[in-house]
């Protein structure tokens, strides 16, 4: 079994919807949660970071994470062509070595 | 702030040849990595470091080496190039657990 587990998509969604990007994972140690947008031919980057269980919101992004369910989300509202690219999950324990990622799930928004 | 950069951008080695893939960060994170994305296999670990003088391997070290001489660079060495290595290589350093990436090598192998 992988460590952390991604849908790889791909998704393709109408602008202005709501979209809902997920991973689970085996690790319990981890307590650290990352998403990352992947544009093409361009290198990850850092777009939420969360600290244990609980919501943090930073304008249209939402991220969530439940570790009783080993299970964590990325929310996209009012999504925009802009919103195109693959989005990465990625976690690491409290000691932060390494960090252990998804394979990614590739997005388009429809103008 | 650069942030890490990564050179060359592009690279076409032949088998059995040898390159060094540069990476610097002006941030001065103590841990820097090395990763390798294949399509759809998203990415992998080949070595880390936890500050200058110490590295570790990751996942998929096997024909590569790294060294790490100052907190700012952290050079990736193929020695013997094969086919198995194409890919894009891409180098990050991390503050606490946030990591930032460099823009990527991409590397083929003929």
């Known amino acids: 079994q992988k460590e952390v587990e991604q849908d790889p998509g791909p998704l393709s969604v109408p602008e202005g919807a709501i979209v809902s990007l997920n991973c689970t994972y085996s690790?319990?140690?981890?307590?650290?949660f990352m998403w990352y947008r992947q544009y093409s031919r361009k290198g990850p980057e850092l777009l939420m970071y969360t600290y244990s269980s609980g919501n943090k919101e930073d304008g249209r992004f939402t991220a969530q994470v439940d570790k009783s369910s080993k299970y964590i989300s990325l929310f996209i509202r009012d999504s925009q062509p802009s919103d195109s690219a693959t989005y990465l999950c990625a976690m690491s324990t409290p000691t932060g070595n390494q960090f252990y990622f998804g394979t990614g799930t590739s997005l388009t928004v429809i103008p | 702030n650069a942030g890490v950069t990564q050179t060359p951008k592009f690279r076409i080695l032949k088998i059995g040849q040898s390159m060094t893939l540069q990476c610097a960060q002006d941030m001065n994170h103590n841990y820097m990595y090395w990763y390798r994305q294949d399509p759809g296999m998203g990415l992998k670990l080949i070595y880390y470091?936890?500050?200058?003088?110490?590295?570790d391997k990751g996942e998929v070290p096997n024909g590569y080496n790294v060294s790490r001489s100052t907190t700012e660079d952290f050079p990736l060495r193929l020695e013997l190039a094969a086919p198995s290595q194409t890919s894009v290589y891409f180098c990050?350093?991390?503050?606490?657990?946030?990591?930032?990436f460099g823009p990527g090598t991409r590397l083929t192998v003929l």
């Open positions: 690790n319990s140690a981890f307590q650290y």
């Open positions: 470091s936890v500050g200058a003088g110490i590295t």
């Open positions: 990050a350093s991390s503050r606490l657990n946030e990591q930032f």
